[in-house]
């Protein structure tokens, strides 16, 4: 029996809100949704639910210049989080949902603390599962995102970690996990291949969610403006 | 001279032989000695060439009708049919700034005289001023109007030519403010003065008026962008969300969904156009083959690219790559990835499929595919490929690399 998952639903365009929950499978809970910024706080707030599947484009009266409505509520939602459960640090969760393959928009919410990405035009068995990762802790990484990760590191151009708390590049074994990813292979399938076990792997794909959260590392929106990677 | 005529005459009639067997058409040869109505004019009327100019400035002296006719008729006729610029022979610019210098030298030398005889000639004096005034100004026009998409004259002429203009000019108003005669003729001299000043902002206006067409065109490009990226704008907030939901209510791989899936691609490819490198590389390439492949297959390829690419799109490597790509749409089918990265060392290609699989062993040695066009080709061309069963016995993965190091040689040589 998998665990039951609470739900919000963030995205302005009420058809692919129903549509998304028409095709979300039943240990998913939908508790809420919304349409821009403001209500999203709101809703979010409310229901503190265990993700929060989020549009990174999103209507708001005051998104700031240079962010997306998506990375927007991230921020807010999690203050207002935090401030509703006195300061404790808020289990709620982001998965961000995009049309957009432009790179600064999903690497913009990532760096707000989504903890992955994955495509609309993904199915509702993908975006199942996604929610379920997310909310056991995992990152959820496209193969686009794994490869536009290695691009923004310099994996490309040999550039490795020597240590593991760098956090402007990969680690040799960061490197393989995040080629694998971008081939098409599932975690399940990147551990076989490597003969580590699945949960190393997932370890793995975090460190590097949270490389990509916290480094400084001027190339990420760079490669990623001038190659439109993702 | 006679010889020209008769080439030109044959070319136009040539060119117009079976419309008009009698007489050619009345247009203007391309490669031509200053505008080409001599020459299209002797053409049409099946004279040399000589008699035809002889005529004109003979014309000319009868109060400037020869002038007048010329003119008009530089105006109404049509250049020959054709593709190419037409070239002038003659360096009309520098003629006419000639004719310019000649006329000015002529009034300065003669404004001595003018003075001496207390007024007689004036008039004369004063068209020799006007004459080489309006002359170098129509130099400056021809250089900047006419001569400038000429590859052999260009801007650089354009350039000389102004400062010659400008020169000559200016040193006439100061000649003549500070000559004789303006102490004897203030009123005529003072014109004069004024219309080599004139003349010097008239060589200048074409510049102004080609920097007005530029800031016109500026804007013009600079609106249509901004309308643009505002269309852009609003098919993603609604086009694109809807081919997202269309593709997945309707399961990746049914004909719906890749319908849906192309034209998200199309779209995608239309709103971020500008950006998009101009020569094909080979992650572009891929990318497009995929797009193709997915109209035509059931299939989603989803190609990765890293790394700088310098693979151009045209080398056996892409060509081993969309065979793989083929392979995997035609026999397996569902989601397909391709991922490529370029490092220093190599360019490398991996191309991954979900379907039944396949060992190389199994496959007959009469079945080429796989064995010649991904796995040969690749050998021969200085690479190495590989068809290996997926993880967990799951699909089939090619593995196709190319070493850098020559081709970094080549590039550097």
Redesign the interface.
Known sequence: MVEHVRVVIVDDHSIFRSGLKADLDETIEVVGEAHDVESAVAVVTDAAPDVVLLDVHLPGVAVPAGTSGGAEVIRRAAASLRQAQDGAEPSTRFLALSVSDKAEDVVGVIRAGARGYITKGSSGADVSRAVHAVAGGDAVFSPKLAGFVLDAFGAPVGETASASDELDRLSAREQEVMRLIARGYAYKEVAAELFISTKTVETHVSAVLRKLQLSSRHELTAWANARRLL | MESRAQQVTDAAASVDADAAPSAPRLTRPRACVATGVAAGLAAHLGWPVWIVRTAFVVTSLASGAGLLLYVWLWVFTPWAPGEERPTRRAPVAWLLMVAAAISLIAAWATSGRVVESGGNGLEWWLLAVFAGVGLAVASGAWATFIDRPDADRGPRQELAIRIVATALLAITALALVFGPNANWFPVPTFVAALAAVIGIALVYVPTLIASWRDLTAERTKRIREEQRSEIAAHL??SV??????I???A??TSEVARIA?AQ?REL?DWL?AG?APAESDLGTDLRDFGAALEIDHAVTV?V?????SRERASGEMAAAAREAMLNAARHAGG???V?V????EAVEV?V?DRGPGFALADVPGDRLGVRESIIGRMRRAGGSGEVRQ???G?GT?VRLRFPAAERVEVGRG
């Not at chain 2, 990265?341 to 220093?344: A, C, Q």
């Open positions: 993603h907030d694109l969300q809807t081919l997202a939901l593709q997945n209510r399961g990746a899936r998200e995608r971020f950006d989803d990765v690219v890293v790394g700088e989601e397909v990835s991922y990265e370029s490092t220093p991996f991954r997926g993880v967990g799951v993965e």
